[in-house]
């Protein structure tokens, strides 16, 4: 998604095995992130010989958390199951964990993503 809201102005797209080289995953594993995408409308594509894809709403319209959820579904997604003299405590500090993650993705538009603003870095 970073790559095409860089990349795709206008009326421009971007091919698949263009957008597979950049970053480095096969081209048949993309398209299926992208038909992910397209479904969630989040992607358009256009086909043909000139076709690729592109973003279909601006990058600042597109939020982390709706990319990954179009992608992955639940990020976090939690056992009912709160057997156990710690399940009922575990699954609690779970869905907090879940709740500020979520928060967290749903602040981060593509467009930070992109321009790197007000995003924190992280160093292993």
């Not at 907090?96 to 790197?116: P, R």
Request: proline content about 1%; some cysteine; aromatic content about 4%.
């Amino acid at each position: 998604m970073i790559q095409l809201g860089k990349s795709c102005v206008g009326d421009q797209v971007f091919r698949v095995d263009d957008l597979a080289d950049k970053e480095s995953i096969s081209s048949t594993f993309l398209v299926q992130i992208l038909n992910d995408l397209r479904r969630a409308g989040l992607v358009q594509s256009r086909r043909g010989k000139m076709g690729g894809y592109c973003l279909a709403k601006a990058p600042s319209e597109i939020t982390m958390d709706t990319i990954v959820r179009a992608v992955e579904g639940d990020v976090l997604g939690i056992d009912s199951d709160r057997k156990g003299e710690s399940g009922e405590r575990v699954a609690d500090i779970w869905m907090e964990i879940a709740e500020h993650l979520e928060t967290k993705m749903a602040s981060i538009t593509l467009q930070e993503m992109i321009s790197n603003e007000g995003l924190l870095e992280y160093h292993i």
